[in-house]
């Protein structure tokens, strides 16, 4: 599965990713990302350049994606949903 | 003939220990069909909201012009064939200056030609179109025309506001969610501003905000 993501991975991506934050703004975006996904994602990294869109929609895509106390899917099923979805919309990310 | 909603009771959710700085994003948002069916997974509606206000609106820091933003907007609005959002934005298009012949024209195939819109509105339109039809990976020539006009922050701003507008149709067009008066998620003169940008500060200080993974 690993291997097959890496090969559809295709062409470089159109913008680059921010690897060092430039200001404490953006910092403060990776720090979160870091602590609801456990990782600063290239997802991450490229929406950062809008970093007011950032703020917003990464903790979306977390509470969209993730369990929570009060959600109604089970995780199982929210991730076959997902893959469904990526899947369609061929996307490898 | 109207189509049945779908039967979701309408009720408000589970809203109450959860702050969606209403005051900020407007009262009717939360009072509207649209808010009213977020707010039944209010968790995530803290923040689906308002990242549709500050990409469907603007902000304060945005070089995006807010009557490309609306013609982009429509443009996604028209491939999906979302009733709800075409309305909401063809609402705030007459104080942008978009006249009816440009709706019609952002609406069907002719826009690519049409001289009303400048090269810079025309080549956001393209990549718009391009995003929503789920080809923007691929076309060279839509992204070397958009990259003419827009620099690397103007694309990613461009490109995240389409991507959630084609969220928010899928989202309203598989709940059949009526088209409603405004709800203030359009361009239009009323960019988001210093206070919800300082709500959101506050918001991602506070992260994990009520024990969200």
Known sequence: ??????????????????????????DRIFRGAEELLAFVSNFARTIAHAPFLARWAIPMIASIQRGGPDAALDPRLKELVILKTSTRNRCFF | MAEAPHALPRDHGE???????????GSDLLG???????????????????????????????????????LALLRVAAIDRSPYWREQHEAAAPALGITRDELDLVASDEWETAPAFGDRERAAILWADRV?????????????????????RELVELTAA??????????????????????????GGHPVDESLARWSREMFDRLPVGGMP
């Open chain 2, 162 to 187: 389409v991507s959630l507008a084609c969220m928010a149709d899928r989202l309203t067009n598989a709940l059949r969610i009526a088209p409603e008066p405004p709800t203030g998620l359009s361009p």
């Open chain 2, 32 to 70: 509207s069909e649209l808010g009213r069916t977020l707010t039944r997974v209010p968790r995530s509606a803290r923040w689906v909201l308002p990242v549709f206000a500050a990409a469907f609106r603007g902000t304060e820091v945005s070089t995006l012009e807010p009557r490309l933003r609306a």
């Open chain 1, 1 to 26: 599965m690993t291997d097959a993501v890496r090969v559809e991975q295709g062409p470089p991506p159109r913008v680059p990713t921010i690897e060092e934050p430039p200001d404490a703004e953006i």
């Open chain 2, 132 to 152: 929503a039809r789920r080809l923007g990976r691929r076309d060279a020539v839509a992204y070397r025309t958009v990259r003419e006009h827009l620099d690397e």
């Open chain 2, 15 to 25: 809203r109450g220990s959860v702050p969606l700085g209403s005051d900020l994003l």
